[in-house]
C-alpha cells in the first residue's frame, strides 16, 4: 500500500512592487519570499552568488596562530597528518587541505578512519601509529576533533600539536588543542562580527571550515588564484553534507559548480560522465548529489576511501581511470548490498505487529550501508527506524538510526542512554552502540519504541509534500524553467521549487530505466497540451488511460540523443483511481492566492 500524503500549498504573500521590481517577476519574488530571503539586499546577494562578500578567515579567533605554526612546519619540514573522514564531506575536506599543503611545499601525509573498524574521529591507536611510525608533530583534523578531548590529550603528551578544524557543535569541554577553528566552538569567532555573519559561519561543511584555513594559508602567501583549484572540493563536499546552500556555502558552491563545468578538476569530470552526465550541459547541485556523492561515500562505506581520495588530489590520468572504475563498481556493490537489506528489513516488518518505531537487528548486516536503507524505510513506513548489526570485532551491537520531522531521533536516543557505551547524532539521523551482554537486544527494542511513542504522541504522523505553487497547464513552460535556474544552486535551506498541476489526462505509460523501475508518463492537459513525466522509483500506475490525475511535479530541461524536451519530473500523484494506505485521508492545505504569479 502507498502512504497518502498531505499536499500543503505555501502561502501566497503580498509582495511590494519593489521586491518584484528587484527580482524580475512576481513567480521568483514569490519563490524568494516563501525562502525568507525577503529583502532588497537579500535578493541581490542571492540572485548573484558570485558577487556575494565573503568574511574573512582571520575572523577565526585562532586562525593565525594556525597559520603561523603551519608554516613553522613547512619552513621546519616537520611531518604534517591531515587527520579526515569517511564521508564526503570528510574525504573532500581532506583532499583540499592535503592539495593546499602540498603547493605550499609542506611535508604532509593524511589519515581516514576505516568505518568498519573505527569511528568518526580521533582514535588513541590511530594516534599512537601516527606518531611512533610517520613521526608526526603536527596533526590538523578536518571536519572532526571538537569533542575528542582524551585523544588530543594523548597527542599533547608526545608533544605533537594538534589544529582542530570542524564544523560539528562544540562540547562544553573542548579538547586542549594548539588551536580550534570550529564557528560552533565557545569564544572562536571575533565578537565584532554581526549576526548574519555568526550565521554564515555556522552554516560551513567541514569543508567550508578547511577551506577556510586553506584560504588564510594563500593569503598569507598572496597566493590567490589556487583558490580556484580548491573550490569544486567545496562545492562537492557541502551539497554531500546536506547543509543549508545558503550565505557563503551558496557562494562557495555556485563557483565550485561552474568550475567543475569549465572541466577544470578532471576527476571529477570523468566521475560525472561515468554517471551519464556531460558536463557540456552544466553541472547542478542535483548531479553531484546523485552522480558524485553517492560514488565517493560508497568507498569509505564498503572498504577504503582510498580511490575516492586519489580521485581528488591525483595529477596522474591514468590512475584516475582507474579510480572511476572502483569508485563505480563499490556504488554497484553499494546499490546492490542496499536492495538486499532492504528486502529483509521489509519483510521482518511485516513479520511484526505495527509499532510506533521500526526497530531490526539482523547480523552479518553491513554496519555502512544500514543508515541508507534506514533512510529507505523512512520514507516508504513513515517512521522513526533503528537499524542494527553486531560489530563482530569488539562485540558490540551497532545501531543506524534516521526519523522524521515529528521526532527527534537523538533525544529518543538519549532518553536511554543508561543502555549505550556511546552514541551522538542529531534530530533526524543518529547513531548509537551498546553491549547485548548488558542490554539485550529486546530491552533496548522495548525502550526506543515507548520512548518514540511518548515523543509522537499528540502529533499527526504523516508524511507532506510542500507545493510552492499551483499552476496550469499553460503555466508550464521554457519561461518557467527559466525562472527555476536563477534560484540554483539548489539545496539544503534553497529546496528545488515543487508545484502542483490538476486534472492532466492520462494517454500512456511505460516502465523503464535498467530495472524497469521508473515510470515514463505521457499525458495532457485540460486544454490539450502534452507532457511528458517521469516518476522515479515507482513502476505501476493504476489509472485507466484518459481519466484525469493531479500532480507534484518539478520542471526541467531533457536533452536526450540532440532533442531537448520539458519534462516533469513527479513527486507525487492523487487520483480517485490510486489506492492509499487507510491510516491517511486525503488533506488539502492549501494557502495559495492564485493571481497574478506571472506578473
Not at 201 to 230: H, P, Q, S, W
Not at 565 to 576: A, F, H, M, R, Y
Request: net charge negative; hydrophobic share 40%.
Amino acid at each position: 500500500m502507498i502512504l497518502e500524503k498531505v499536499w500543503k500549498i505555501k502561502e501566497h504573500k503580498d509582495i511590494p512592487q519593489e521586491i518584484i521590481n528587484v527580482a524580475g517577476s512576481g513567480l521568483l519574488a514569490q519563490l524568494l519570499v516563501q525562502r525568507g530571503i525577503d529583502s532588497v539586499q537579500k535578493i541581490t546577494d542571492f540572485l548573484n552568488p558570485s558577487q556575494m562578500k565573503i568574511t574573512s578567515p582571520f575572523v577565526f579567533c585562532d586562525m593565525q596562530k594556525s597559520v603561523d605554526r603551519i608554516f613553522d612546519a613547512i619552513e621546519k619540514q616537520e611531518k604534517i597528518i591531515i587527520y579526515g573522514d569517511f564521508d564526503c564531506d570528510g574525504v573532500t575536506s581532506t583532499s583540499l587541505l592535503y592539495k593546499t599543503l602540498t603547493h605550499l611545499g609542506a611535508n604532509v601525509d593524511y589519515y581516514i578512519p576505516n568505518r568498519e573498524n573505527e569511528n568518526h574521529g580521533l582514535n588513541t591507536k590511530a594516534l599512537v601509529k601516527l606518531i611512533a611510525k610517520q613521526r608526526a608533530k603536527l596533526i590538523i583534523t578536518v571536519d572532526c576533533g571538537v569533542s575528542d578531548v582524551e585523544q588530543v590529550a594523548f597527542a599533547n603528551g608526545f608533544k605533537v600539536d594538534v589544529i582542530i578544524t570542524d564544523h560539528h557543535e562544540a562540547p562544553a569541554v573542548l579538547p586542549e588543542a594548539y588551536a580550534i577553528i570550529n564557528p560552533k566552538a565557545v569564544n572562536a569567532l571575533d565578537k565584532d562580527l554581526n549576526v548574519e555573519q555568526i550565521n554564515a559561519l555556522n552554516e560551513l561543511a567541514g569543508v567550508g571550515v578547511a577551506f577556510k584555513l586553506a584560504c588564510a594559508l594563500l593569503e598569507t602567501k598572496k597566493d590567490y588564484d589556487f583558490a580556484n583549484n580548491l573550490l569544486p572540493f567545496v562545492a562537492v563536499g557541502t551539497i554531500a553534507d546536506v547543509v543549508p546552500i545558503l550565505y557563503e556555502n551558496r557562494s562557495f558552491v555556485y563557483a565550485g559548480l561552474k568550475l567543475i563545468e569549465s572541466g577544470i578538476h578532471y576527476g571529477l569530470t570523468k566521475l560525472l560522465e561515468s554517471g551519464g552526465y556531460e558536463i557540456k550541459n552544466g553541472v547542478t547541485s542535483e548531479n553531484i548529489a546523485f552522480g558524485v556523492a553517492p560514488r565517493i561515500n560508497a568507498a569509505g562505506r564498503l572498504d577504503t576511501v582510498e580511490p575516492a581520495v586519489k580521485l581528488l588530489i591525483s595529477d596522474n590520468k591514468s590512475e584516475i581511470d582507474l579510480c572511476v572504475e572502483e569508485l563505480n563498481n563499490f556504488n554497484r556493490i553499494r546499490q546492490d548490498i542496499c536492495e538486499d537489506i532492504f528486502n529483509e528489513a521489509v519483510e521482518m516488518i511485516q513479520n511484526e505487529p505495527p509499532q510506533d518505531a521500526i526497530v531490526l537487528y539482523k547480523q552479518g548486516w553491513h554496519i555502512g550501508i544500514i543508515g541508507i536503507v534506514a533512510s529507505k524505510l523512512v520514507e516508504k513506513f513513515y517512521k522513526p527506524v533503528f537499524l542494527m548489526t553486531l560489530d563482530e570485532n569488539t562485540g558490540f551491537v551497532r545501531c543506524s538510526s534516521r526519523s522524521i520531522p515529528e521526532v527527534h531521533i537523538r533525544n529518543v536516543i538519549a532518553d536511554n542512554e543508561s543502555l549505550f557505551e556511546y552514541f551522538g547524532g542529531h534530530s533526524q539521523a543518529a547513531g548509537l552502540v551498546f553491549d547485548p551482554k548488558k542490554s539485550p537486544f529486546e530491552k533496548v527494542k522495548s525502550a526506543l519504541i515507548e520512548s518514540t511513542k511518548q515523543q509522537a504522541e499528540g502529533k499527526e504522523l504523516v508524511p507532506r509534500v510542500n507545493i510552492d505553487l499551483e499552476l496550469d497547464g499553460t503555466d508550464i513552460g521554457v519561461e518557467l524553467i527559466d525562472t527555476i535556474k536563477q534560484l540554483e544552486p539548489f539545496g539544503e535551506g534553497n529546496k528545488t521549487p515543487v508545484f502542483a498541476v490538476k486534472n492532466l489526462v492520462l494517454s500512456s505509460f511505460k516502465t523503464m530505466g535498467q530495472k524497469n523501475n521508473h515510470l515514463k508518463i505521457f499525458c495532457e492537459s485540460s486544454d490539450g497540451r502534452p507532457f511528458e513525466c517521469v516518476y522515479w522509483n515507482h513502476d505501476s500506475l493504476n489509472i485507466p488511460q484518459g481519466k484525469e490525475f493531479d500532480v507534484v511535479f518539478y520542471p526541467k530541461l531533457n536533452v536526450f540523443n540532440g532533442i531537448t524536451t520539458i519534462q516533469l519530473d513527479v513527486q507525487d500523484v492523487k487520483s480517485e483511481f490510486v489506492v492509499k494506505d487507510e491510516k491517511s485521508d486525503f488533506k488539502l492545505y492549501d494557502h495559495r492566492k492564485k493571481t497574478n504569479i506571472f506578473r
